[in-house]
């Protein structure tokens, strides 16, 4: 523990004159879509994108049953700096027609080449019949710090959920972004690849209170939906350790992108490893895949 801390003070050390180029919006489910920031002169922009993926997944924690989503935001960019966003989120087989609707903004700084960073407030909004595990937390405020060793990228994230629970997490992600010299139809295409490998500290408060909002719930995954099922017990020896501070996941991911100067597709695959999952998820290692489309106008 003494070594995380040291490691995570040290790294907000390095990232305190950072200037992001992505949004950690969806937590480690959504591919995060590339501020219009990263280059010296700030334009104005809007982007459009919309996500597809295997499985819903929130700071390393998955239900279940897999839950396939989609997934569709628009970002606006200003010359400042600050940016506003808007989404929806919808989980395939689930009764909504939407099942989360997410606002939110933020402020992108520079303040070296190599330093970056972001800070932002988002706020969830649930149907109530939501599947999603994260319902029980409806804001987030996002400090993000990154600094670009050119070996590799590290990036710091400290995110606070609130609502009907509190959790506190510390994302780790180191990440080598490289691009090919080469195109692939004519001179404005080419490939690019991040590939990166990620850590994440936190509590799981958000997972005893999902199980109270949703009774009977856990039990009808297991059994696909058998609505003759008793409601479980409530389970409060997992309360006491789900508010202690633990690594919950580590993972590894490749995305690959094709991108041309206002577009870009990405396909990513994603090797999750839980850790210290409480006992009503138990969550498995899982292979994530997501494909994403974005457009850009300047």
């Excluded at 597809?52 to 279940?64: E, P, W, Y």
């Amino acid at each position: 523990m003494k070594r995380f801390c040291t490691l995570f003070l040290f790294s907000i050390y390095l990232n305190a004159g950072a200037h992001a180029g992505t949004l950690n919006i969806f937590a480690d489910t959504i591919p995060k879509k590339t501020a219009d920031t990263d280059t010296v002169v700030r334009k104005q922009s809007i982007s459009v994108g919309a996500s597809v993926g295997s499985d819903a997944q929130f700071f390393g924690r998955t239900g279940l049953v897999k839950y396939p989503f989609f997934n569709s935001d628009v970002i606006y960019n200003a010359k400042s700096g600050f940016f506003v966003y808007g989404s929806i989120y919808k989980v395939f087989g689930s009764i909504p027609l939407i099942d989360e609707t997410d606002v939110g903004g933020g402020y992108l700084y520079r303040f070296s080449p190599k330093f970056t960073g972001n800070i932002s407030y988002t706020r969830f909004i649930f149907n109530k019949n939501a599947l999603i595990i994260k319902s029980a937390s409806s804001n987030d405020i996002n400090f993000s710090n990154s600094y670009d060793w050119k070996i590799l990228k590290s990036t710091v994230t400290l995110d606070y959920l609130f609502g009907e629970s509190s959790d506190v997490f510390v994302t780790i992600n180191n990440s080598k972004y490289f691009e090919t010299n080469w195109s692939i139809f004519d001179d404005k295409d080419y490939l690019s690849f991040n590939p990166g490998f990620n850590v994440i500290f936190g509590t799981q408060n958000f997972v005893q209170k999902y199980s109270q909002n949703h009774p009977g719930k856990f039990d009808d995954e297991r059994n696909y939906g058998d609505p003759y099922l008793i409601p479980p017990p409530v389970y409060p020896q997992y309360a006491g350790y789900n508010s202690e501070f633990h690594m919950l996941n580590y993972s590894f991911k490749i995305p690959i992108a094709y991108n041309r100067p206002h577009y870009t597709f990405e396909f990513s695959y994603k090797y999750s490893i839980p850790v210290n999952v409480e006992g009503i998820l138990n969550n498995r290692r899982e292979s994530f895949y997501n494909l994403t489309f974005y457009y850009v106008f300047y």
